[in-house]
Nanobody
Framework: QVQVAESGGGSVQAGGSLRLSCVVS????????MGWSRQAPGKERERVAR???????SYAESVEGRFTISKDNAKNTLYLQMNSLQPEDTALYYC????????????WGQGTQVTVSS
């Protein structure tokens, strides 16, 4: 059974940084795609960034240049380095693993809270 577990959320002031981690276990091989999404209160879930097996990445326009997604293949661990955080980045951040680039969401974690104060 595939399990996805995030960690690293917290509270920071605007302009600060946080790094999220996500461990994916239970895959027979490795997921083709891993990514981060977020959901703020009253808003729809938004895909933030994703990365595929070859290292190809994609970012939401709202985080481009501030967030960096990376992974450690040997550990099946995904990271999201978040710099220059703003109050609008406040959300529950979810990690996901998937079998296709466009889906990238077959399996979800429980989420980790990121709160940015002004």
């Amino acid at each position: 059974q595939v399990q996805v577990a995030e960690s690293g959320g917290g509270s920071v002031q605007a302009g600060g940084s946080l790094r999220l981690s996500c461990v994916v276990s239970g895959y027979t091989d490795s997921p083709y795609c891993m990514g981060w999404s977020r959901q703020a209160p009253g808003k729809e879930r938004e895909r933030v960034a994703r990365i595929n097996m070859q290292g190809g990445t994609s970012y939401a326009e709202s985080v481009e240049g501030r967030f960096t997604i990376s992974k450690d293949n040997a550990k099946n661990t995904l990271y999201l380095q978040m710099n220059s955080l703003q109050p609008e980045d406040t959300a529950l951040y979810y990690c996901a693993a998937g079998n296709t680039w466009y889906g990238c969401n077959n399996y979800w974690g429980q989420g980790t809270q990121v709160t940015v104060s002004s």
